[in-house]
């Protein structure tokens, strides 16, 4: 659980000031923890996933929320229909809208709704975070709205509350990372038959808090991975 809510990082100078973190020097990578107030910490606020989830010019709470959806949770969104129209962007002569104001346009068509109903919630919590993870608390000179939720309803603000909100049921995470190894781990995809060695991993780590390591044993004293095919 510590992917998701780690007081701690790895930094050298260069990443240091990417981050804004000061005191790093050198290019030695150095344990540094963080205060209860940081805005760093985990997956949620590291800057390589939310580069990657972004576009170049912005950010991208469509592409955050469908991979924490996705890599996090396990529910991945359907795909979008066809022909869907591209998010409109600013120009010169237009009045510059947040991204959220401009996907709440976009989730104006019946088309595209859908699925935005269950992404764009979980993305607008780290929109503090700009298009290469640095921190911010404006956009088009007006404050972020950090209000966002999760498909079961929940609702929270920032990364903070995403953060909450992920942790108060660890089992769902832990499930999703163990499908995902399990995917590694037999050279193929997670059936529906797999269902019942996923939930035994599962279940058995939670007695030693999710460790990493116990998802790992319980993989490989699974019968799917005992009995694999070879490849």
């Known amino acids: 659980l510590d992917l998701l809510g780690a007081n701690y990082t790895f930094l050298n100078e260069r990443l240091a000031k990417h981050y804004g973190i000061p005191n790093v020097y050198g290019s030695r990578f150095r344990r540094i923890t963080f205060g209860p107030d940081s805005v760093r910490g985990g997956l949620l606020r590291q800057g390589s996933i939310l580069t990657v989830t972004s576009y170049a ?88 709205d950090v209000s966002g939720g999760l498909p079961d309803g929940s609702k929270f603000a920032g990364v903070s509350g995403l953060q909450q909100a992920l942790l108060s049921r660890p089992e769902v995470f832990a499930g999703t990372l163990t499908e995902k190894l399990f995917t590694y781990a037999l050279g193929r995809g997670v059936e529906y038959y797999d269902a019942p060695a996923v939930r035994r991993v599962v279940r058995e780590a939670r007695a030693k808090d999710y460790r990493f390591s116990s998802l790992l044993l319980g993989i490989v004293t699974s019968a799917p991975f005992q009995m694999r095919r070879s490849q």
């Not at 359907?78 to 010169?92: D, H, I, Q, S, Y």
């Not at 959220?100 to 975070?129: I, K, T, W």
């Open 57 to 144: 010019t912005r950010t991208s709470p469509v592409v955050r929320g469908k991979w924490i959806l996705d890599n996090l949770l396990g529910v991945p969104p359907p795909p979008p229909p066809p022909a869907v129209p591209a998010l409109k962007e600013n120009t010169g002569t237009a009045k510059a809208l947040s991204v959220r104001e401009r996907l709440a346009e976009h989730r104006a068509n019946p088309a595209c709704s859908g699925c935005h109903q269950l992404m764009d919630p979980v993305g607008f919590s780290l929109e503090n975070y700009d298009a290469v993870g640095r921190w911010r608390t404006l956009e088009e000179s007006k404050p972020i």
